[in-house]
């Protein structure tokens, strides 16, 4: 009987060691292999399901019916294109620092797109001007921004979707003055001064009332689009002027607050006529207290706005301005 020597033996010991370690190690490395071709991670990149891209749509408030129109035509286009829509809003209208600062946030969050009816048509312009920098796409609706403004800033390629403000408050502002037939003293109130669709506005009515020889405008205020200001602005103008008889106002929420006054005071002989359609508006005009306004479809320019932001994500070249029709409602057609 032959005894193993001791040294032999400790290494065909470390042989075997060694050759079953590289098996192993062999082993593992081809299971590791073929299990990543059988059960891929799941992941965005490797499973083809992608992200739904973010669009933020940024308004002046939710205190104006017109806007919650706005975001109803907005989650229409949501609920079609299957992305995810965010909603931001300022406490007011004229809440144009609060509207920066919802911006600012946006672009820290990185959305993929901005979709805004900016309270302010210069003061917005610079901090909209980052976010397209940092990558984000810029749809502007309702308000236009400055142009001049902007392309100083060299803020460019933002899409502009609203209504043509200056022809529709034109039109509605022609209800009153085709109804008068001697000399009248009306008055105009404005929107937010500086503010596009506030100029536009104006300037129609000023258009209507430079056509009529009867219409003589002895005042402009501006009431900040809101039905309380309005109300006491009207107080005031006819604390100056009591022989107003025809008003034109740049919204509804103003012509709700001039009507309140002149119901309080018991003046049934003064003309108003509105723009924006609310349901509060429609209301009025079937009472016979409104003699118009204009539906310039709050909820389609919310619509249009996500899908010209979605079609830009995508690459799409768009059109620089898009003009939604209008109507002017009146008590022959309201509805």
Known sequence: MHLIKPA??????????????????????VDTESSNQSEPKQTESNTG??????????????????????????????????????VKTAAQETSIQQQIG???????????????????????????????????IVINIDNRLDPEFSKTVRLQNVPF????NEQAAYLSAKTLTSQLSQPTSVAILEGIRG?????????????AFSEQPFAKVVAMETAHWK?????????????????????FCANDMMALGAIQYLQSTERNDVLVAAYDALEQAKEAIRKGTLVSTVDQQAAEQGYQGIQFAHRA??????????????????????N
């Not at 399901?49 to 975001?71: D, R, S, Y």
């Not at 200001?229 to 103008?237: D, G, H, N, P």
Request: hydrophobic letters at 45%; charged letters at 25%; aromatic letters at 4%.
């Open 8 to 29: 032999i033996y400790g290494k065909t010991l470390l042989l075997l060691l060694i050759m079953s370690a590289l098996f192993i190690l062999t082993g593992c490395s």
């Open 49 to 86: 399901k992608k992200q739904p891209k973010t669009i933020a749509l940024v308004m002046k408030t939710l205190t104006n019916p017109f806007f919650v129109e706005m975001e109803r035509g907005a989650r229409r286009a949501e609920k079609e294109l299957g992305i995810h829509l965010l």
């Open 102 to 136: 919802i911006v600012e946030e946006l672009i820290r969050n990185k959305v993929d797109a901005i979709v805004i009816a900016p309270g302010d048509s210069v003061e917005l312009i610079p901090v909209l001007k980052q976010a397209q920098d940092a990558g984000i």
């Open 161 to 164: 979707i609203s209504v043509n």
């Open 195 to 207: 503010a596009a669709n506030a100029e536009d506005r104006k300037n129609g009515a000023l258009r």
């Open 227 to 247: 039905i309380d200001e309005a109300y006491e602005v009207t107080k005031q103008l006819f604390a100056e002027y009591p022989e107003i008889k025809a008003i």
């Open 313 to 334: 994500l995508s690459g799409e070249e768009l059109p620089s301005v898009i003009l939604i029709d209008t109507r002017i409602i009146t008590r022959e057609n309201v």
